[in-house]
C-alpha cells in the first residue's frame, strides 16, 4: 500500500548540483528507514545514502562529502541533495523505504551529468 515518487532529476553540468525528492503516500506498516539507490546502465544497482527512523544518515564512500540526505516529516518526503556531480553520478535514482520487513521501491527518477 505504501508508494514512493521520485522527482528533481534532469541533465545537469559536472560540478552542477540537482535536489532529488521522494514523496511517501498510502499506510506504513513500520518505519526502520528510506534511502536511495541508483543504477547505471551496464551497472549493479548501487547504494547512495539511508536515513533512519532516528535520524541518522550514511552514505557510499563515493558520494560521502557531496550529497546530503534529509527528511521533512511534514510533507512526508526524503530527499537527497547533490552537490559537485560528476559523469560518473549518472545513474537512475530509486528511493526506498524498508517498512517493517519489507522493501518498497519508487519508479525512478534519471540523473545525467554531462558537459
Known amino acids: 500500500q505504501v508508494q514512493l515518487v521520485e522527482s528533481g532529476g534532469g541533465l545537469v553540468q559536472p560540478g552542477g548540483s540537482l535536489r532529488l525528492s521522494c514523496a511517501v503516500s498510502?499506510?506504513?506498516?513500520?518505519?526502520?528507514?528510506m534511502g536511495w539507490y541508483r543504477q547505471a546502465p551496464g551497472k549493479q544497482r548501487e547504494w547512495v545514502a539511508r536515513?533512519?527512523?532516528?535520524?541518522?544518515?550514511s552514505y557510499t564512500d563515493s558520494v560521502k562529502s557531496r550529497f546530503t540526505i534529509s527528511r521533512d516529516n511534514a510533507k512526508k518526503t526524503v530527499s537527497l541533495q547533490m552537490n559537485s556531480l560528476k559523469p560518473e553520478d549518472t545513474a537512475d535514482y530509486l528511493c526506498y523505504i524498508d517498512d517493517g520487513g519489507f522493501r518498497r521501491w519508487g519508479q525512478g527518477t534519471q540523473v545525467t551529468v554531462s558537459s
Open positions: 536515513i533512519t527512523s532516528d535520524g541518522k544518515t
Open positions: 498510502g499506510s506504513i506498516f513500520s518505519f526502520n528507514a
